[in-house]
């Protein structure tokens, strides 16, 4: 009998359940749905690795959503950094503030094949202490980050070939090193090239070793409306072909939805699964950024003044200590400002060039941090449109104020904040969202699914992606998330192997 699996979302997460799936079972049927074009190739591949400025700048405005052209919810390429604000170019927003509520103005996702895993920094740092998941064995926990990091290609450089970032390692270390916080090189995942540059892991690396036969299929422009159910079990979705608007209802002996933290939950909702913890819990890494002007005694002067930089390639990481430095930052050098300098500003020009620094922080877990889904108001597919309701409360405020203190030290030893930073970033802007979906050990109304990320209650339906992470934690969160993938995705091959297929479901 073949296992048939459809998988609902093609970026880090749906891809590691495909290929895990796919290595580990030999009689299966994988089929991944996207409902956003293919953007670049081979699928998945990261758009920063595209050479052409303008074919890079096309795949990013055909991932950002339905509504893209006509400026509703996608968002023109701006001159923020990657990385550091996380670059909004290739997203769309997505959700509107609940009523009463700040909600997260700059909630939004993308929407084409790789998902945001076409379009992000790739900055990879292993969770530590509180970030970890609790419940999850610790020992297992570091094969599996082990395990994702080999998926998506982790690379720890050494600033080589960086003379100008390395310098900045050197400072904030300096500066850091009498209080224990420590300063590195951060880990990204790309690899090195023969020439010094980083080709950038999308999903394109995790589905790399995926045989091209008929056991897995990608279907981009198919949007799954919902899912089908027989008494509890899900057995299948309904599947639109966003190009002809047909439906079709497909079969499948279990369903992983891996469709983003926000939209994951919406067709949960859509589908009438309404656990209590649905949606709630939504948290993200609040984010102060500020961009520096270097002092101009500080950085070694350039070979080659006029030669590109790619700020991504070098991120100077000061690390997440839970009594020294609760937070993660990321620092950038630039020769160019990442953010506009008004005409007549001193900081113009500046010849050492500038530091963007982020500090995300933690966001606490609480269950009025929350989406809720409005059947009445759809969004573009008549899906249930999202509402957000999130606010910061005095423990994130206390922490903003620490790492305040530690983001100053580090801009007075290389030099001086530019006019009106830093500032604190709008909700959302770290495109790290979590908690919606979150696992937990027990059934007991906080947690949407068990440590193998199968909701409660619900055989034949495994979820993945950030929404899952239950911590508050401030580091990137696709490592975490592909680590929890990998472990799902071999639990359901074990109980694929040993279940007979749901009837109708495809079998040879
Ligand atoms: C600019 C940018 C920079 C980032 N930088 C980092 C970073 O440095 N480090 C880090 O850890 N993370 C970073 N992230 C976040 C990272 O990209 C995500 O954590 C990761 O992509 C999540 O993977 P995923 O598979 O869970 O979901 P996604 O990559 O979001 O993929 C979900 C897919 O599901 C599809 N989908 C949604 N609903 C449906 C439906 N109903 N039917 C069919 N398909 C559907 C969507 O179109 C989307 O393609 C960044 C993101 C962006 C945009």
Not at 31 to 51: F, W, Y
Not at 253 to 280: F, K, M
Not at 302 to 316: G, K, L, Q, Y
């Amino acid at each position: 009998m073949t296992a048939r699996i459809l998988i609902v979302g093609s970026g880090p997460t749906g891809a590691t359940h495909a290929r895990v799936l796919l290595e580990q079972l030999t009689d299966v049927s994988v089929l991944v749905v996207e409902a956003g074009p293919l953007v670049s190739r081979p699928a998945g591949t990261n758009v920063k690795n595209i050479p052409d400025p303008e074919e890079q700048a096309a795949a990013r405005l055909a991932s950002q959503g339905p509504s893209s052209e006509s400026g509703v919810s996608g968002i023109p390429g701006g001159v923020v950094v990657e990385g550091t604000i996380t670059a909004r170019q290739g997203t769309h927003l997505i959700g509107r503030a609940a009523d009463g509520s700040p909600g997260m103005p700059a909630a939004a996702g993308a929407t084409c094949v790789g998902g945001q895993g076409v379009h992000w920094t790739c900055a990879t740092p292993r969770p530590v202490g509180s970030e970890r998941i609790p419940f999850l064995d610790a020992a297992e926990w570091e094969e599996l980050v082990t395990e994702a990091e080999g998926l998506l290609h982790v690379h720890r450089p050494d600033f080589a070939g960086s003379p100008q970032a390395t310098a900045i390692l050197e400072t904030v270390r300096a500066e850091f090193a009498p209080d224990g916080i420590t300063v590195r090189p951060l880990p990204v995942a790309a690899d090195p090239r023969p020439d010094g540059s980083l080709r950038w892991s999308g999903t394109d690396v995790v589905l790399d070793g995926v045989p091209d036969d008929e056991r897995f299929t990608l279907r981009p422009e198919t949007l799954c409306v919902r899912l089908v159910r027989e008494g509890d079990r899900v057995v299948g979705a309904v599947l639109r072909d966003l190009r002809t608007g047909e439906e079709e209802e497909v079969r499948a002996d279990a369903v992983v939805v891996a469709a983003d933290a926000l939209r994951t939950p919406q067709l949960l909702w859509a589908s009438g699964i309404r656990p209590a913890a649905l949606g709630r819990y939504l948290t993200e890494h609040p984010l102060l950024f500020g961009v520096v002007a270097v002092r101009p005694d500080l950085l070694p002067e350039r070979e080659d003044p006029t030669a590109p930089v790619d700020p991504i390639r070098a991120i100077v990481s000061v690390g997440f200590d839970e009594e020294r430095h609760p937070y993660h930052a990321q620092l950038m050098w630039n020769p160019v400002s990442p953010a506009p300098l008004p005409e007549g500003s001193r900081f113009r020009d500046n010849p050492a060039g500038y530091v963007g620094m982020g500090w995300g922080i933690r966001k606490w877990p609480r269950p009025e941090d929350r989406l809720t889904f409005e059947d009445d108001r759809p969004d573009e597919h008549g899906l249930p449109g999202i509402r957000i309701a999130y606010e910061l409360t005095e423990r994130e405020e206390a922490e903003f104020a620490r790492a305040r203190v530690h983001q100053a030290r580090a801009a007075a030893a290389l030099g001086e904040f530019l006019d009106g930073m830093p500032k604190v970033m709008p909700a959302g802007s770290s495109l790290h969202y979590m908690g919606t979906v979150r696992m937990g050990p027990a059934d007991d109304g906080t947690s949407v699914c068990d440590p193998l990320s199968r909701v409660w209650g619900v055989p034949g339906l495994v979820l993945a992606g950030n929404g899952l992470i239950p911590t508050a934690n401030s580091c990137n969160p696709t490592l975490t998330s592909v680590a929890l993938a990998i472990r799902a995705a071999r639990a359901l091959a074990a109980d694929l192997a040993d279940v007979p297929a749901v009837a109708g479901a495809a079998s040879e």
